[in-house]
């Protein structure tokens, strides 16, 4: 079965980057799908941060784009998150997630376990 | 502030039946984009609950459904089970957004 490991550091100073990595299993990346990413801030709801296709398409959430970039890595079967310039509002659990093939709006049909990141001097 | 709008918490006694709105525009629910619904327990990943409204993926009892009209959307749980407290969102594509939106999240007690 399909299943999205997060991994990373779970600890990032302010100001710098964080990076996660997502490694996928039972499925390639390289299939008819996006890719995504969301977190979840402690106590609050999901924000979309960003998707991306095999080919390196990506597609951001406005309000982060100016920090986001996202990478596939076929031959590892995994994908890729960067976020500059991070500060305490960072702090989040993050998932990765399967996007499924939809026409009119699609939906998330596998994630992982999450990471919490926390951005902390 | 969510993409769309749901009620903080719902409640409801073993048995029972409760129902989660959401509310969306006429950006992304009024624009005939789909709902989804994810179910979230503490401390664990959201799982996919209802993709395209109203259906179902394997092996999710059929006491939960969903359905859509106009601007909004609901899921509703039938013949409630203690096991069914948890958090829910909604989700759906905007188009002034050009981005998946959620909903903040309805709690459910089980009374």
């Known amino acids: 079965q399909v299943q999205l490991q997060e991994s990373g550091p779970g600890l990032v100073r302010p100001s710098d980057t964080l990076s996660l990595t997502c490694a996928v299993s039972g499925y390639s990346v390289s299939s008819s799908n996006w890719w995504g990413w969301i977190r979840q801030p402690p106590g609050k709801g999901l924000e979309w941060i960003g998707y991306i296709y095999y080919t390196g398409t990506t597609h951001y959430n406005a309000s982060l784009k100016s920090r986001v970039s996202m990478s596939v890595d076929a031959s590892k079967n995994q994908f890729s998150l960067k976020l500059d310039s991070v500060t305490a509002v960072d702090t989040a659990v993050y998932y990765c997630a399967r996007m499924a093939p939809y026409t009119f709006g699609s939906y998330f049909d596998h994630w992982g376990q999450g990471a919490l990141v926390t951005v902390s001097s | 502030q969510s993409v769309l709008t749901q009620p903080p918490s719902v409640s409801g006694a073993p048995g029972q039946r409760v129902t989660i709105s959401c509310t969306g525009t006429?950006?992304?629910?009024?624009?005939?984009?789909?709902v989804h619904w994810y179910q979230q327990f503490p401390g664990t990943a959201p799982k996919l609950l209802i993709y395209g409204n109203k259906n179902r993926p394997s092996g999710v009892p059929d006491r939960f459904s969903g359905s859509r009209s106009g601007t909004s959307a609901s899921l509703t749980i039938t013949g409630l089970q203690a096991e069914d407290e948890a958090d829910y969102f909604c989700?759906?594509?905007?188009?002034?957004?050009?981005?998946?939106?959620f909903g903040g999240g309805t709690k459910l007690t089980v009374l």
């Open positions: 989700q759906a594509y905007d188009s002034s957004l050009s981005a998946p939106g």
């Open positions: 006429s950006s992304n629910i009024g624009a005939n984009y789909d």
